[in-house]
């Protein structure tokens, strides 16, 4: 689509809020489960470690679907990618509300993974083919706004319907949404680029998969077992030959799944590095706040799990004119500034370890928040910027698959740093928790200060343009 045909009208935003409404669900869906793992555990007669697989196995259907993005927008139309999305997550909806036993329950959730797989990286695509680039940073920032907002409303909202109406009233609240989304994008979804009929590289597909299989496998054993376990060494060793072939493959390939030769742009790899370290700060935070404040706060289950929603909340509205001052100011001056405001959150919750208390923890992640909705979608527009259009597409597959695995580890790293330090306080869990979290603050805040160096690494490199694959 040529430069001068791009508009914003109706048909666009309502192709945006279709895609988004399908993200939004999914991620609701995915933080608002995590409330109700004792439920579930007591209903269907199942421990711990099963009961996880509702997260972990989403989140590896999610890290095995969205590497195909790709391919699957150059091979197919997106109305019929959309259309396949939402079916697929209606089906699963059903069945996890009417789940007999937990298997069903979590074949339901796998098959809201694929769609939600399919639908994540198409409301981006959406944004990059069709809207004006003196508008992409303000349109990127919407659709950062609509999965932003998940989070703040998944443990409030699983909280609220576990405690009034029972767990599958999750998943049937979110049907007549998912209804309104088929209706908005059968109707509006156009197809703005040229079918390919390019072969599948299914080989190069299955080491992808297995790679990224074997790294979530290893993160959450590493929670329980320790990352010394051999079996966790192992398995991130098959996890780092798996994407080395890979990698190696497709830079040979003339079709490949995924165009490696992005990561050739310097300031686009390092974009791509600062959004992976806030994905891994931000899940770490969603660990170590509710779990403080239950623990060594005394707070109550739905008080701990409403701590971050006023931060997510201003997060996600900061997301749109973050993005709209990219647009007027360029990306420099509100993405150092989001992430100086993240170091300056982290600083914080480092100082106060000791005796955090509710308001603490609300001001300090507001303060993160601020920096965060200034930081991850600015970073990620920017680092699109820095491709050639008939890349951005395997961009944004780099971009939407390496940010559910960085979340992945993120909340693994944290939980063993807090198991450890519990394990050695024994007669004090309380004391074992803080320490724990505060050695975890202090890790995050090191992260963010290697964020802030990306980030200044992308505008102080060179560019290098490297021309796509054909």
Do not use: H
């Amino acid at each position: 689509m040529k430069e001068s045909e791009k508009k914003i009208d109706g048909k666009l935003i309502l192709s945006i809020l279709a895609a988004g409404i399908m993200s939004f669900s999914g991620v609701v869906v995915e933080t608002a489960m995590n409330v109700t793992f004792p439920t579930l555990m007591k209903e269907f007669g199942v421990g711990t470690s099963t009961v996880q697989w509702i997260t972990t196995g989403y989140l590896l259907v999610l890290a095995v679907i969205i590497p195909a993005s790709s391919y699957l927008k150059k091979r197919f139309t997106t109305k019929t990618l959309f259309i396949t999305a939402v079916s697929l997550f209606i089906i699963g909806t059903i069945m996890a509300a009417a789940a007999p036993a937990f298997t069903v329950l979590l074949a339901g959730r796998l098959i809201q993974g694929v769609g939600t797989g399919i639908a994540l990286p198409m409301m981006f695509n959406i944004v990059l083919e069709q809207v004006p680039e003196d508008k992409l940073g303000l349109m990127m920032g919407i659709a950062s706004l609509i999965t932003a907002m998940a989070p703040a409303v998944g443990p409030s909202l699983g909280g609220m319907i576990v405690s009034y109406f029972g767990w599958r009233m999750i998943f049937v609240v979110l049907l007549p949404l998912l209804i309104l989304a088929f209706l908005f994008g059968v109707t509006s979804i156009r197809q703005v680029t040229e079918i390919q009929k390019i072969s599948f590289q299914i080989v190069d597909y299955l080491l992808l998969s297995a790679g990224f299989a074997c790294f979530i496998f290893a993160t959450n054993m590493a929670s329980e077992a320790g990352w010394t376990s051999v079996r966790v060494i192992v398995l991130f060793v098959l996890s780092a030959a798996a994407v080395a072939i890979f990698y190696i493959r497709s830079k040979k390939a003339e079709s490949p799944l995924i165009d490696v030769k992005v990561f050739r742009c310097l300031p686009f790899s390092l974009s791509v590095l600062t959004l992976l370290l806030i994905q891994f700060i931000c899940l770490g935070l969603g660990y170590l706040i509710p779990n403080y404040s239950q623990i060594v706060s005394g707070e109550e289950a739905f008080v701990a799990g409403c701590l971050l929603l006023p931060g997510c909340i201003l997060g996600a509205c900061i997301a749109p004119v973050s993005g709209r001052l990219l647009d007027r100011l360029g990306a420099k001056k509100p993405i150092l500034t989001g992430i100086s405001a993240i170091i300056i959150a982290l600083c914080c919750f480092s100082i106060f370890a000791a005796k955090l208390t509710t308001p603490l923890f609300i001001t300090f992640y507001l303060i993160f928040a601020f920096g965060q909705g200034f930081s991850s979608g600015n970073s990620m527009t920017n680092g699109l910027r820095q491709l050639p259009a008939a890349q951005n597409a395997d961009g944004n597959a780099v971009f939407n698959t390496l940010q559910q695995l960085a979340g992945a580890i993120g909340t693994s790293i944290v939980a063993t740093i807090v198991a450890s330090a519990q394990a050695a306080r024994l007669e004090d869990m309380a004391l074992g928790t803080m320490e724990g979290s505060r050695s975890a603050f202090y890790l995050l805040a090191v992260l963010a200060a290697a964020a802030f160096l990306c980030s200044c690494g992308v505008f102080f490199s060179k560019k290098v343009t490297v021309e796509p694959q054909k």
